[in-house]
């Protein structure tokens, strides 16, 4: 199988689903992570182009951690918008590597660019494959499987499916902490510390699905349906 996981910034795929990712990765599937901004504007030492290069650099090792492809969606931080521009880079993101499954910000987060990049991979999702929408890319096959993740502290989130991440935790962190830039970034602009922040999280999930660790998702329902299967790990 292969899954692609589009976050806004080179951090959320990180905090949010990283410990499902790795466990896909495990088991032999192909795991592309597409960080959609440059993160540039996440520093508060740094000019935007260093931010920006430093946490693509982060961003690539984070992923090495479970053998997955870091890939840049071409958007600038703060600055995604839902317009026609957007959605063919979008459309693009997924033509080139034509995943069976997406993870994407869910309709009920918050930040501005979540809540837009959600939206256009929603949007993106079943346009990829539409022969005669012609971009740099050839279209998709198929009409890939769309899930969301969690939202940040699981607020205003319900999943409806969860995946234990007991095993896979640890690589989880590995991968936020290897995203040094945003570790201090975060303490002093959102007093978080980001370990324990995945900690927490994970485990409260964990509790509601009634294992150590866990990390929850909704799918979003598109025809065809299909039968009833697992296709979270
Ligand atoms: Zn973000």
């Known amino acids: 199988m292969k899954v692609l996981a589009v976050g806004a910034h080179p951090d959320d ?15 032999g599937d192909e795991v592309t992570i597409c960080h959609a901004c440059d993160g540039g504007k996440g520093s508060l ?12 650099k982060e961003a690539i090792e984070s992923a090495e951690i479970i053998g997955a492809d870091s890939i840049w969606g071409g958007f600038i931080d703060g600055e995604v918008t839902v317009d ?12 080139q590597t034509d995943p069976d499954l997406i993870i994407t910000h869910s309709p009920n987060d ?5 809540l837009n990049i959600g939206k256009l991979v929603f949007e993106a999702t079943y346009l990829a494959c539409i022969k005669l929408w012609v971009t740099d ?3 998709t096959d198929t009409v890939p499987t769309l899930y969301y993740m969690d939202t940040l502290a699981g607020v205003n989130f319900n999943p409806s499916e969860y995946v234990d991440i007991s ?10 902490l290897k995203m040094k830039s945003q570790l201090g970034f975060l303490k002093t602009t959102h007093n978080t510390d980001a370990e324990e922040f995945i900690r ?7 509790f509601q699905a009634g294992v150590a660790f866990a990390e929850g998702f909704v799918q979003q329902q598109m025809y065809p349906f299909g039968l009833t299967k697992r296709i979270l790990p």
């Open 137 to 139: 890319y050839p279209n």
């Open 200 to 206: 927490i999280a994970a485990k409260f999930r964990g």
């Open 13 to 27: 795929v990180e905090l949010l689903c990283a410990g499902t990712l790795s466990r896909y990765s495990k088991r």
């Open 167 to 176: 095993d896979t935790i640890k690589d989880k962190v590995n991968m936020m």
């Open 110 to 114: 918050y930040h501005a660019d979540h």
């Open 84 to 95: 026609l521009k957007s959605r063919i880079k979008v459309i693009d993101i997924i033509r």
């Open 45 to 56: 030492e740094h000019t935007t182009e260093e931010i920006a290069k430093i946490r693509r």
